[in-house]
Antibody, heavy 122, light 106 residues
């Protein structure tokens, strides 16, 4: 059974930093691209970042570019999101989501974690 | 950037109804469109990919159609479990979601 479990969320002051983790199981993590998607309270979904299986290609949404860094450790079946210079508008539930396309990429998201809440507030 | 616009934002329907949600892209995205269902406090669930391909395990009452800039998600014979919010997502150029359509009980 595919499982994605996020952790690392919490309350942080504006300007602060936080590192999210997503631990994968039930599939060959090292062959699939991964994503972070966020959802502000009561709002819709916003794609945040994408990383290929080998970390050779990385993309960011304009809203987080220069502040967030996506990475992965295939030996630990883990995906990360380092978030720096956090702003009030970064408050959201952050989900990790799998691209099921393997090395070719499918570019939609078939499995999602349960999410971890990040609250940016003074 | 490609913008995705869903309509309606809210839809009131009864069990057994046929429901249609529309998603429009600001430019052509071919068939690179997915649909997701989300219930309160839960992660989104993939329903449809490549505009009309049904994800494994998703009931056949869900169907998707369209290409280019206009797409639809249809739910035939709405079931109690289907009351949720639905999102379209383009993956032609990066990723953008529609604002969501809440399907509520009439």
């Amino acid at each position: 059974e595919v499982q994605l479990v996020e952790s690392g969320g919490g309350l942080v002051q504006p300007g602060g930093s936080l590192r999210l983790s997503c631990t994968a199981s039930g599939f060959t993590f090292s062959t699939d691209s991964m994503n972070w998607v966020r959802q502000a309270p009561g709002k819709g979904l916003e794609w945040v970042s994408y990383i290929t299986s080998s970390s050779s290609t990385i993309y960011y949404a304009d809203s987080v570019k220069g502040r967030f860094t996506i990475s992965r450790d295939n030996a630990k079946n883990s995906l990360y999101l380092q978030m720096n210079s956090l702003r009030d508008e970064d408050t959201a539930v952050y989900y990790c989501a799998r691209d099921p396309g393997g090395n070719s990429g499918a570019y939609y998201f078939d499995y999602w974690g349960q999410g971890t809440l990040v609250t940016v507030s003074s | 950037d490609i913008q995705m616009t869903q309509s309606p934002s809210t839809l009131s329907a009864s069990v057994g109804d046929r429901v249609t949600i529309t998603c429009r892209a600001s430019q052509s995205i071919s068939s690179w469109l997915a649909w997701y269902q989300q219930k309160p406090g839960k992660a989104p669930k993939l329903l449809i990919y490549k505009a009309s391909s049904l994800e494994s395990g998703v009931p056949s009452r869900f169907s998707g159609s369209g290409s280019g800039t206009e797409f639809t998600l249809t739910i035939n014979s709405l079931q109690p479990d289907d009351f949720a919010t639905y999102y379209c997502q383009q993956y032609s150029s990066y990723w953008t979601f529609g604002q969501g359509t809440k399907v509520e009980i009439k």
